[in-house]
């Protein structure tokens, strides 16, 4: 049997019966939708994840107090291990080369009030002036904090634009006072609008000098983070063991097991991918159930065209037809069902993800391969689910089909 005729008649045999071809086909439709929507949400959500991480700073290296042990984050390695960084640990940090800035860094939440009357709880961090080109943050006006207000432990602070938005509305909040804590503080400038990196939102953040934190608002002497900003991607693991050496020997620690932890963005970016790739194969293998629904439906509904296409089948035989052209009928059948699924199964998958990006604000993504594993799924169910039936119909005896009725 040439192509053509093998199409042709897959084609009469098909819309003889459209209803029932139409229904056959939904679950396939529904099942390549929801696996197409959840590969491009997924992508998208990763996208998302990677700018966001990438947008805390360029080529970052976070120092953290205390162990990181999986599973159960920061947690005591000995007494007082959560107070083991301290102002004296930047000056080391500052000597390894290849470091650009060396940003400390101490936060509390506390209650922010202005002179108006309203107020809000927010994160407070005492930070000195490396900390913008750190974590790649600039002004949208006013000035930030200076290395001369952090020696003389002056009252001042920068609002991050949730903050100020909150105090003053739409009134520019440069030169006002806000109380921090009970403490007054004068405005010097607002950030731009940055956008949340997951775990931590800088717009919903206040900003004073680190000094001013540690000796008026907080009464401590430790920091909670020290952020490193390496020259290259190159260099960070270079940067990484020096660190770890350089403040084990001043903490007077094992190198291979510090008071302190050591976190960069590839490790950040690389958990928060692998949570986000393993939520979206679940949530896609959920949808490929809806799949093999399909494919028994296809498989149903190819059995009973075979009961119902059995004087069809012997007289086909009759005249010469061989066993491998009526299974090859029957399998193209099968098949071009599936990849009629298969294509309206990603236009909806792609209308989902259209509508989900609308609604979510997630820039979804419909790769290449997501379609190819599309059409690939496919084709796949309709061999499988096909072969049965197929076989069947080719294994009937050319009397007794010619004799059914």
Do not use: C
């Amino acid at each position: 049997m040439i192509l053509s005729d093998l199409l042709q008649e897959t084609y009469t045999a098909l819309s003889a019966n459209k209803a029932r071809s139409g229904l056959t086909i939904l679950g396939i439709v529904i099942g390549i939708g929801s696996v197409i929507a959840m590969i491009s949400i997924g992508q998208g959500a990763s996208g998302q994840i990677q700018s966001s991480i990438e947008g805390l700073g360029s080529n970052l290296l976070t120092v953290l107090p205390g162990i990181i042990q999986p599973g159960r984050g920061i947690v005591s390695s000995g007494r007082g291990s959560a107070q083991t960084l301290k102002n004296n640990d930047v000056d080391v940090l500052k000597q390894i080369e290849n470091v650009l800035h060396v940003s400390p860094e101490f936060q509390r939440r506390f209650q922010i009030a202005s002179g108006a009357g309203t107020n809000t709880n927010s994160t407070v961090i005492g930070v000195t002036s490396e900390y913008l080109p750190v974590r790649n943050i600039a002004l949208a006006s006013g000035s930030f904090i200076t290395e001369s207000q952090q020696r003389s432990l002056e009252r001042v602070a920068v609002l991050g634009p949730t903050v100020a938005q909150d105090l003053f509305g739409d009134t520019d909040p440069i030169g006002k006072q806000i109380r921090i804590n009970k403490v007054n503080f004068k405005v010097i400038g607002v950030l731009q609008q940055k956008g949340s990196a997951g775990f931590f939102n800088p717009d919903d953040t206040a900003f004073v000098p680190l000094s001013t934190m540690q000796k008026i608002l907080a009464g401590e002497d430790f920091l909670s983070t020290i952020a490193i900003s390496v020259d290259s991607k190159d260099h960070m693991p270079q940067v990484r063991d020096a660190t770890i050496a350089a403040l084990a020997e001043k903490h007077r620690q094992d190198p291979q097991n510090p008071d302190f932890s050591i976190v960069s963005q590839a490790d950040i970016l690389g958990t928060l991918t692998q949570v986000t790739n393993t939520f979206t194969i679940f949530l896609a293998s959920i949808a490929g159930i809806s799949l093999i629904v399909g494919g028994i439906g296809i498989m149903n509904m190819m059995l009973t065209t075979v009961t119902e296409r059995t004087r069809e089948i012997g007289l086909r035989k009759a005249i010469g037809a061989k066993k491998k052209d009526i299974s090859l009928q029957f399998l193209s059948e099968a098949v071009m069902l599936t990849f009629l699924g298969g294509a309206a199964g990603i236009a909806l998958g792609w209308i989902i993800s259209l509508v989900v990006s609308k609604i979510a604000g997630i820039a979804t993504s419909v790769s290449l391969f997501s379609v190819l594993l599309a059409f690939g799924v496919s084709a796949a169910i309709g061999i499988v689910f096909g072969y049965y039936p197929a076989r069947r119909a080719a294994g009937l005896n050319p009397i007794d089909a010619l004799r059914y009725e």
